[in-house]
Nanobody, 125 residues
Framework: QVQLVESGGGLAQPGGSLRLSCSIS????????IGWFRQAPGKEREAVAC????????NYADSVKDRFIISRDNTKKMVYLQMNSLKPEDTATYYC??????????????????WGRGTQVTVSS
């Protein structure tokens, strides 16, 4: 059984930083892409970033490019999302998910099979 658990959410000021963590319980985590998604109240869940399985290629939504960094440590079965220069519009529940394949290009919800329960990020002064 595959389980993903997010942590690290909280309250940040505009311009501040937060680091989200995703812990993955699975024997073969390293073979799959891991993505971060977010969902704000009243909005659709959207992809934020994806990291591939092999050499760590990454892909970002335009809205977070140059501000967020996704990384992974397969030995620890962890994936991280470093969020810098936070904006109020980054406020959302953030989810990590496991992709069906190892491709770093997975940016659609239906390309993921296992999901965490989410962690809340609020950006406000």
């Amino acid at each position: 059984q595959v389980q993903l658990v997010e942590s690290g959410g909280g309250l940040a000021q505009p311009g501040g930083s937060l680091r989200l963590s995703c812990s993955i319980s699975a024997l073969t985590t390293e073979y799959y892409a891991i993505g971060w998604f977010r969902q704000a109240p009243g909005k659709e869940r959207e992809a934020v970033a994806c990291i591939g399985s092999s050499d760590g290629d990454t892909n970002y939504a335009d809205s977070v490019k140059d501000r967020f960094i996704i990384s992974r440590d397969n030995t620890k079965k962890m994936v991280y999302l470093q969020m810098n220069s936070l904006k109020p519009e980054d406020t959302a529940t953030y989810y990590c998910a496991r992709g069906y394949t190892g491709s770093y290009r997975l940016m659609l919800r239906h390309e993921y099979d296992y999901w965490g329960r989410g962690t809340q990020v609020t950006v406000s002064s």
